[in-house]
């Protein structure tokens, strides 16, 4: 499998209820970032998770990050219609300076009013 | 809110002919990539730029691609002679520091 893949591929749930997405890479990280994209739009950035933090909040998401695992997890509480998107997971490798990000496949979430 | 601007938002354009993509980066940020989405498909890094030079680039950017940044904002990926295959949606990123990059909304290029 390739660095960054998230899990499940699709995801269909409720309005209110919460999603669960995770994602699982292979080397080392520096930081491990989550973006969303809107069907043909571009990705927005949602949070970044350093290598050496394991939970990290933002309104109403919640990333944790095993690295000795090496995955990750993204909670959406209280999902809404307008969460409905793509989200992707992106990994920053351990390096200094310049970090490129290598992307996962993506979770498509759908949110049912 | 600073953001990082594509243009055009979509291009169409003949195999084998040259097309140049445009960003304008945050304005403070050192650090520029730009990213490719074939549809439906994960978003695969193609170069990054930095202090002027090309600081890593994939497999994917073979010779027909080149960046440039000719003046102080703009940020451009050039195809020389375009196929099928890199129909695609392109992304510019930026970032202050290496981390938390900020994308574009992206160009849509459709080669036929």
């Known amino acids: 499998s390739q660095q960054g893949e998230e899990d499940p591929q699709a995801l269909s749930i409720q309005e209110g209820e919460n999603a669960t997405m995770n994602c699982s890479y292979k080397t080392s990280i520096n930081n491990l970032q989550w973006y969303r994209q809107n069907s043909g739009r571009g990705l927005v950035h949602l949070i970044l998770?350093?290598?050496?933090?394991r939970e990290k909040h933002s309104g109403r998401l919640r990333v944790t990050l095993d690295t000795s695992k090496k995955s990750s997890s993204l909670l959406i509480t209280a999902s809404r219609a307008a969460d409905t998107a793509s989200y992707f997971c992106?990994?920053?490798?351990?390096?200094?300076?310049?970090?490129?990000?290598?992307f996962g496949t993506g979770t498509r979430l759908t949110i049912i009013p | 809110e600073p953001e990082v601007t594509q243009t055009p938002s979509h291009q169409v354009t003949q195999m084998g002919q040259e097309v140049i993509l445009r960003c304008v980066p945050i304005?403070?940020?050192?650090?520029f990539y730009w990213y490719r989405q074939i549809l439906g498909q994960k978003v695969e890094f193609l170069v990054s730029f930095y202090n002027n030079e090309i600081s890593e680039k994939s497999e994917i950017f073979d010779d027909q691609f080149s960046v440039e940044r000719p003046d102080g904002s703009n940020f451009t990926l050039k195809i020389r002679s375009t196929k099928l295959e890199d129909s695609a949606m392109y992304f510019c990123a930026s970032s202050e520091r290496a981390a938390e990059a900020f994308f574009g909304q992206g160009t849509r290029l459709t080669v036929v």
């Open positions: 304005s403070n940020h050192l650090y």
């Open positions: 998770i350093r290598s050496n933090e």
């Open positions: 992106a990994t920053a490798r351990k390096d200094f300076g310049n970090e490129k990000l290598t």
